[in-house]
Protein backbone atom coordinates (compact mmCIF):
# COMPACT_ATOMS: atom_id res chain seq x y z
CA UNK A 1 0.00 0.00 0.00
CA UNK A 2 1.63 3.34 -1.25
CA UNK A 3 1.86 5.81 1.70
CA UNK A 4 0.50 9.30 1.10
CA UNK A 5 2.30 12.48 1.65
CA UNK A 6 1.79 14.05 4.94
CA UNK A 7 0.00 17.34 4.18
CA UNK A 8 1.39 18.80 7.42
CA UNK A 9 5.17 18.13 7.31
CA UNK A 10 7.26 20.63 9.11
CA UNK A 11 8.62 22.50 5.80
CA UNK A 12 12.09 24.16 6.57
CA UNK A 13 12.99 27.59 5.15
CA UNK A 14 15.01 28.25 2.61
CA UNK A 15 18.01 29.94 4.44
CA UNK A 16 18.14 27.10 6.46
CA UNK A 17 19.22 24.57 4.05
CA UNK A 18 21.53 27.02 2.17
CA UNK A 19 22.59 27.15 5.50
CA UNK A 20 25.35 24.02 5.18
CA UNK A 21 26.40 24.76 1.42
CA UNK A 22 27.57 28.33 2.87
CA UNK A 23 28.27 27.98 6.36
CA UNK A 24 32.07 27.73 6.13
CA UNK A 25 32.03 31.01 3.97
CA UNK A 26 29.81 32.80 6.35
CA UNK A 27 32.38 32.02 9.16
CA UNK A 28 35.54 32.74 6.84
CA UNK A 29 33.33 36.21 5.97
CA UNK A 30 32.64 37.24 10.02
CA UNK A 31 36.70 36.59 10.53
CA UNK A 32 38.50 39.83 10.81
CA UNK A 33 40.88 40.12 7.71
CA UNK A 34 44.91 39.19 8.58
CA UNK A 35 46.97 42.54 9.06
CA UNK A 36 50.81 42.35 8.72
CA UNK A 37 52.90 43.67 11.93
CA UNK A 38 53.74 47.68 10.64
CA UNK A 39 57.83 47.55 10.76
CA UNK A 40 59.44 50.63 11.94
CA UNK A 41 61.94 51.76 9.77
CA UNK A 42 64.88 53.23 11.99
CA UNK A 43 67.07 55.71 10.63
CA UNK A 44 71.17 55.12 11.43
CA UNK A 45 71.05 58.06 13.41
CA UNK A 46 68.31 56.58 15.90
CA UNK A 47 69.92 53.46 16.15
CA UNK A 48 71.48 52.46 20.06
CA UNK A 49 74.35 50.23 21.26
CA UNK A 50 73.30 46.61 22.10
CA UNK A 51 73.67 46.23 26.26
CA UNK A 52 75.17 43.31 26.08
CA UNK A 53 76.97 42.63 22.48
CA UNK A 54 79.50 40.17 23.11
CA UNK A 55 76.64 37.47 24.30
CA UNK A 56 74.22 39.00 21.70
CA UNK A 57 76.64 38.32 18.46
CA UNK A 58 76.58 34.35 19.39
CA UNK A 59 72.88 34.11 18.42
CA UNK A 60 72.91 36.45 15.59
CA UNK A 61 73.44 34.13 12.69
CA UNK A 62 70.43 32.04 13.71
CA UNK A 63 68.16 35.06 14.56
CA UNK A 64 69.03 35.80 11.01
CA UNK A 65 67.69 32.72 9.85
CA UNK A 66 64.84 32.58 11.95
CA UNK A 67 61.28 31.59 9.76
CA UNK A 68 59.70 34.81 11.82
CA UNK A 69 60.32 37.59 9.01
CA UNK A 70 59.25 40.08 11.38
CA UNK A 71 62.25 38.56 13.32
CA UNK A 72 64.63 38.87 10.73
CA UNK A 73 63.88 42.32 10.78
CA UNK A 74 64.64 42.83 14.30
CA UNK A 75 67.97 40.72 13.72
CA UNK A 76 68.65 42.64 10.73
CA UNK A 77 68.30 45.85 13.11
CA UNK A 78 70.74 44.06 15.42
CA UNK A 79 73.01 43.84 12.32
CA UNK A 80 73.42 47.82 11.85
CA UNK A 81 73.74 48.21 15.53
CA UNK A 82 76.23 46.24 15.53
CA UNK A 83 78.00 47.47 13.01
CA UNK A 84 78.01 51.19 14.00
CA UNK A 85 78.55 50.93 17.79
CA UNK A 86 80.30 47.02 17.50
CA UNK A 87 81.88 46.41 14.39
CA UNK A 88 85.07 44.16 15.39
CA UNK A 89 82.61 41.82 16.80
CA UNK A 90 80.22 41.70 13.33
CA UNK A 91 83.34 41.42 11.06
CA UNK A 92 84.33 37.40 11.72
CA UNK A 93 81.13 36.63 10.53
CA UNK A 94 80.59 39.92 8.50
CA UNK A 95 80.08 37.51 5.16
CA UNK A 96 77.68 35.19 6.24
CA UNK A 97 75.84 38.05 7.63
CA UNK A 98 75.84 39.84 4.23
CA UNK A 99 74.77 36.49 2.78
CA UNK A 100 71.83 36.64 5.26
CA UNK A 101 71.00 40.39 3.64
CA UNK A 102 71.52 39.20 0.44
CA UNK A 103 68.51 36.07 0.33
CA UNK A 104 66.05 38.60 2.54
CA UNK A 105 66.48 41.37 -0.23
CA UNK A 106 65.35 38.38 -2.49
CA UNK A 107 62.50 38.02 -0.25
CA UNK A 108 58.72 38.90 -1.79
CA UNK A 109 57.72 41.19 1.25
CA UNK A 110 58.82 44.81 1.01
CA UNK A 111 59.25 45.55 4.61
CA UNK A 112 62.05 42.63 4.98
CA UNK A 113 63.57 43.55 1.65
CA UNK A 114 63.45 47.53 2.67
CA UNK A 115 65.37 46.57 6.29
CA UNK A 116 68.27 44.54 4.58
CA UNK A 117 68.98 46.95 1.99
CA UNK A 118 68.85 49.47 5.22
CA UNK A 119 71.67 47.19 6.75
CA UNK A 120 73.49 47.11 3.86
CA UNK A 121 74.14 51.00 3.52
CA UNK A 122 75.36 50.78 7.81
CA UNK A 123 77.31 47.85 6.63
CA UNK A 124 79.18 49.89 3.37
CA UNK A 125 79.49 52.78 5.79
CA UNK A 126 81.61 50.86 8.71
CA UNK A 127 83.77 48.40 6.71
CA UNK A 128 84.04 49.80 3.00
CA UNK A 129 87.04 48.48 0.93
CA UNK A 130 86.88 45.55 3.92
CA UNK A 131 84.03 44.32 2.12
CA UNK A 132 86.53 43.71 -1.16
CA UNK A 133 88.15 40.90 0.52
CA UNK A 134 85.49 38.57 0.80
CA UNK A 135 85.82 34.89 0.00
CA UNK A 136 82.72 33.39 -1.22
CA UNK A 137 81.59 36.30 -3.39
CA UNK A 138 79.32 37.99 -0.93
CA UNK A 139 80.11 41.24 -2.02
CA UNK A 140 79.36 40.35 -5.82
CA UNK A 141 76.07 39.03 -4.60
CA UNK A 142 74.95 42.16 -2.84
CA UNK A 143 76.10 44.13 -5.58
CA UNK A 144 74.10 42.71 -8.03
CA UNK A 145 70.83 42.53 -5.58
CA UNK A 146 71.24 46.18 -4.89
CA UNK A 147 71.41 47.04 -9.00
CA UNK A 148 68.39 45.02 -9.37
CA UNK A 149 66.40 46.36 -6.21
CA UNK A 150 67.14 49.93 -7.91
CA UNK A 151 65.93 49.23 -10.78
CA UNK A 152 62.57 48.05 -10.10
CA UNK A 153 59.34 50.12 -9.87
CA UNK A 154 58.42 49.08 -6.03
CA UNK A 155 59.13 53.54 -5.34
CA UNK A 156 60.23 52.53 -1.64
CA UNK A 157 62.15 49.98 -1.91
CA UNK A 158 64.35 51.79 -5.22
CA UNK A 159 65.00 55.12 -3.45
CA UNK A 160 66.03 52.68 -0.56
CA UNK A 161 68.47 50.90 -2.62
CA UNK A 162 69.36 53.76 -4.50
CA UNK A 163 71.00 55.26 -0.99
CA UNK A 164 72.79 52.27 -0.50
CA UNK A 165 74.72 52.42 -3.63
CA UNK A 166 75.47 56.03 -2.94
CA UNK A 167 77.12 54.83 0.62
CA UNK A 168 78.81 52.14 -0.77
CA UNK A 169 80.28 54.96 -4.00
CA UNK A 170 81.06 57.26 -0.94
CA UNK A 171 82.89 54.39 1.33
CA UNK A 172 85.00 52.49 -1.19
CA UNK A 173 88.02 53.27 -2.79
CA UNK A 174 86.90 54.32 -6.59
CA UNK A 175 89.07 51.85 -8.56
CA UNK A 176 88.53 48.36 -7.18
CA UNK A 177 84.79 49.55 -7.06
CA UNK A 178 84.93 50.56 -10.73
CA UNK A 179 86.08 47.10 -11.01
CA UNK A 180 83.61 45.05 -9.72
CA UNK A 181 80.67 47.69 -11.78
CA UNK A 182 82.25 47.06 -15.13
CA UNK A 183 80.26 43.41 -15.56
CA UNK A 184 77.25 45.32 -15.12
CA UNK A 185 76.69 48.10 -18.10
CA UNK A 186 76.62 44.81 -20.23
CA UNK A 187 73.85 43.68 -18.28
CA UNK A 188 71.11 42.39 -20.30
CA UNK A 189 68.41 43.93 -17.95
CA UNK A 190 68.63 47.98 -19.39
CA UNK A 191 67.44 49.31 -16.09
CA UNK A 192 70.56 47.20 -14.47
CA UNK A 193 72.33 48.88 -16.83
CA UNK A 194 71.54 52.33 -16.05
CA UNK A 195 71.88 52.22 -12.37
CA UNK A 196 75.06 50.21 -13.04
CA UNK A 197 76.62 53.53 -15.52
CA UNK A 198 74.91 56.00 -12.47
CA UNK A 199 76.93 54.56 -10.28
CA UNK A 200 80.02 54.60 -12.25
CA UNK A 201 79.69 57.87 -12.91
CA UNK A 202 79.75 58.78 -9.49
CA UNK A 203 82.84 56.69 -8.66
CA UNK A 204 84.67 58.11 -11.21
CA UNK A 205 83.56 61.89 -10.36
CA UNK A 206 85.01 60.68 -7.49
CA UNK A 207 88.10 59.41 -9.14
CA UNK A 208 88.58 62.44 -10.25
CA UNK A 209 89.83 64.53 -7.80
CA UNK A 210 92.48 61.71 -6.77
CA UNK A 211 94.01 62.43 -10.17
CA UNK A 212 94.17 60.89 -13.71
CA UNK A 213 96.39 57.99 -12.15
CA UNK A 214 93.67 56.08 -10.80
CA UNK A 215 91.82 56.40 -14.34
CA UNK A 216 95.22 55.11 -15.65
CA UNK A 217 95.34 52.35 -13.52
CA UNK A 218 91.79 51.13 -14.35
CA UNK A 219 92.79 51.59 -17.88
CA UNK A 220 91.67 54.99 -19.50
CA UNK A 221 90.88 54.00 -23.16
CA UNK A 222 88.56 50.89 -21.58
CA UNK A 223 86.73 53.56 -19.53
CA UNK A 224 86.29 56.49 -21.95
CA UNK A 225 85.27 53.10 -24.28
CA UNK A 226 82.76 52.04 -21.61
CA UNK A 227 81.05 56.07 -21.80
CA UNK A 228 81.01 55.70 -25.65
CA UNK A 229 79.14 52.48 -25.31
CA UNK A 230 76.57 54.09 -23.13
CA UNK A 231 75.40 56.87 -24.51
CA UNK A 232 74.16 55.02 -27.09
CA UNK A 233 71.70 52.82 -24.49
CA UNK A 234 68.67 52.58 -24.89
CA UNK A 235 67.60 54.44 -20.99
CA UNK A 236 68.25 58.24 -21.30
CA UNK A 237 69.02 57.73 -17.25
CA UNK A 238 72.16 55.47 -18.77
CA UNK A 239 73.14 57.86 -21.75
CA UNK A 240 73.01 61.08 -19.33
CA UNK A 241 75.43 59.06 -16.49
CA UNK A 242 77.62 58.02 -19.62
CA UNK A 243 77.94 62.17 -20.37
CA UNK A 244 78.84 62.93 -16.76
CA UNK A 245 81.62 60.26 -17.05
CA UNK A 246 82.94 62.13 -20.18
CA UNK A 247 82.58 65.16 -18.43
CA UNK A 248 84.74 63.48 -15.13
CA UNK A 249 87.64 61.82 -17.86
CA UNK A 250 87.87 65.32 -19.75
CA UNK A 251 88.37 67.20 -16.96
CA UNK A 252 90.84 65.13 -15.30
CA UNK A 253 93.25 64.30 -18.71
CA UNK A 254 93.63 67.96 -19.60
CA UNK A 255 93.75 69.72 -16.30
CA UNK A 256 97.52 69.90 -17.16
CA UNK A 257 97.36 70.55 -20.56
CA UNK A 258 97.15 74.54 -22.10
CA UNK A 259 94.99 73.24 -25.17
CA UNK A 260 92.15 70.93 -23.62
CA UNK A 261 90.09 70.56 -26.07
CA UNK A 262 92.81 70.00 -29.06
CA UNK A 263 94.60 67.58 -26.52
CA UNK A 264 91.13 65.97 -25.87
CA UNK A 265 90.03 65.87 -29.52
CA UNK A 266 93.41 63.95 -29.99
CA UNK A 267 93.04 61.60 -27.50
CA UNK A 268 89.55 60.74 -28.70
CA UNK A 269 90.54 59.75 -32.27
CA UNK A 270 93.49 57.84 -31.48
CA UNK A 271 91.27 55.41 -29.00
CA UNK A 272 87.81 55.28 -30.52
CA UNK A 273 86.04 54.86 -33.71
CA UNK A 274 85.29 58.65 -35.61
CA UNK A 275 81.72 58.18 -34.81
CA UNK A 276 82.42 58.06 -30.94
CA UNK A 277 85.28 60.39 -30.83
CA UNK A 278 82.89 62.51 -32.67
CA UNK A 279 79.89 62.52 -29.76
CA UNK A 280 82.84 62.58 -27.49
CA UNK A 281 84.58 65.75 -28.71
CA UNK A 282 80.76 67.50 -28.82
CA UNK A 283 80.25 66.94 -25.38
CA UNK A 284 82.93 68.67 -23.75
CA UNK A 285 82.93 71.40 -26.63
CA UNK A 286 79.56 72.37 -25.66
CA UNK A 287 78.26 75.28 -23.69
Known sequence: MALKPIDNALLLPPETIKLGVNEENKTAESLPPSVDPIIDYISSENLEPISDPESKIHGLVEELDSKDWTKVCESLNDVRRFALYHSLLLLPILEKVILVAVKAMKNPRSALCKTSIMASSDIFKVFGDQLLDSTINAFDNLLLQLLLKASQDRRFVCEEADRALNAMVKSMTPLPLLNKLRPYVSHSNPKVRAKAAITISKSVSKMVKLGLE?????????LVQMAA???????PEAREAARNIVTSIYEAYTRNEEQKQESWQNFCQSSLPPIHAQSMVKITSSP
Open 229 to 235: DLLNDRL
Open 214 to 222: GMNEFGLVS
